[in-house]
């Protein structure tokens, strides 16, 4: 049987929902952004009133494309892989915090040489732009293996949301 891509202008409301839906299961309330020029696709609202942002990016091909990162203290990303998955199938979650950005993208660029060689310049948040001026990064799932399902980090960090 082959997957079904699913339309590329539903794709990323498809895993906020998702996202939402694996927050609610864990007792988490998140509630969606609506918009098109919106920098956060969730809010999740600790009861004492702190609020975290999630961004959500979401791929069913070979990588996400374009990442540009997360920064901020109360602030994660988690990317949602439907590659290879069947319509009954759930996606593959990996939660990143901001730290953990900064580990892959010195892991990536900065440890492999690429930007001390100038293929590539880091802004002060880890937002990679390339020689022709492309800016983010290509991100293949087996690259991020060690955030996948960390759904703790949410939990970990409301607790430091001041």
Do not use: H
């Amino acid at each position: 049987m082959t997957c079904q891509l699913i339309p590329k202008q539903t794709l990323g409301l498809a895993a906020e929902f998702a996202v939402a839906s694996e927050l609610c299961r864990r007792g988490i309330y998140a509630q969606l952004t609506l918009g098109n020029r919106k920098s956060t696709d969730l809010l999740v609202d600790a009861e004492d009133g702190r609020m975290l942002c999630i961004q959500v990016k979401a791929k069913q091909k070979r990588q996400w494309p374009g990442l540009k990162g997360v920064s901020g203290a109360s602030m994660l990303l988690v990317l949602v892989d439907y590659e290879k998955k069947e319509l009954n199938d759930r996606p593959d979650f990996y939660i990143l915090t901001p730290v953990d950005w900064k580990e892959f993208v010195r892991k990536s660029l900065i440890k492999t040489g690429k930007v001390e060689r100038g293929v590539v310049t880091l802004d002060k948040k880890f937002v990679p732009t390339w020689r022709d001026n492309y800016v983010g990064m290509g991100v293949k799932a087996d690259e991020v293996t060690k955030y996948k399902e960390c759904w703790g980090k949410v939990i970990e960090s409301l607790g430091c949301i001041p």
